[in-house]
């Protein structure tokens, strides 16, 4: 019984929230944070919770151009320079009937933009494809610009947010 939280970030904030999430799931079950590029594609039999995350692109999933988009912007070098979880979530295979969660990060703004970015949501549908229980609704977490700083109090949120999730999958 462990869970596999694997995380997408161009600037580091999906990192950190990855590993906020992990602290969150820690006391009920071990929790390892994978970068997305490195994640296997065939999961372990002994993961019974897998939690995928990543930024906001063009209101859905990160795909090779916005990446290419956001390296252009980039200070420094970025996080996650191969693969996404668009991509993750295409090729993966994993034991069935597993529970599952996912969480998008987003620039704070209107709430009517809010509804279409649908990040997370992608995630969630691409979770279900693969035969995954969806244990809570997919969360988002903010940004305050588009390299950030995460909100005041997300990592708080997404270490809760993990205790929650992990809590909705016992059992699994
Ligand atoms: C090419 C590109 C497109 C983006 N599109 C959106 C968007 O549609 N909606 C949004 O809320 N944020 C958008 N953002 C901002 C990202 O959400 C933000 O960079 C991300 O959440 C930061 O997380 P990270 O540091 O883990 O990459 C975009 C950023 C880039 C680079």
Do not use: Y
Request: hydrophobic letters at 45%; aromatic letters at 4%; one cysteine or more.
């Amino acid at each position: 019984m462990t869970a596999l939280v694997i995380f997408e970030s161009m600037f580091g904030n999906n990192r950190k929230l990855a590993e906020a999430v992990a602290q969150g799931i820690a006391p009920q079950r071990p929790a390892t944070v994978v970068e997305v590029g490195s994640a296997p594609t065939s999961v372990d039999a002994t993961v019974t919770l897998l939690v995928v995350g990543g930024p906001t692109h063009g209101f859905g999933m990160t795909r090779p151009n916005t990446r290419r988009d956001a390296a252009k912007q980039a200070a420094g070098a970025l996080v996650s320079t191969g693969i996404g979880v668009r991509e993750w979530l295409e090729a993966a295979s994993v034991p069935a009937g597993i529970a599952a969660a996912a969480w998008d990060t987003r620039v704070e703004r209107p709430a009517f933009l809010k509804l279409i970015d649908r990040s997370a949501e992608g995630m969630a549908k691409g979770l279900k494809r693969l035969g995954c229980h969806l244990v809570v609704p997919p969360q988002h977490f903010a940004v305050q610009g588009v390299q950030g700083p995460l909100g005041p109090n997300e990592l708080e949120r997404a270490r809760r947010w993990g205790e929650q999730l992990a809590q909705a999958a016992l059992g699994n």
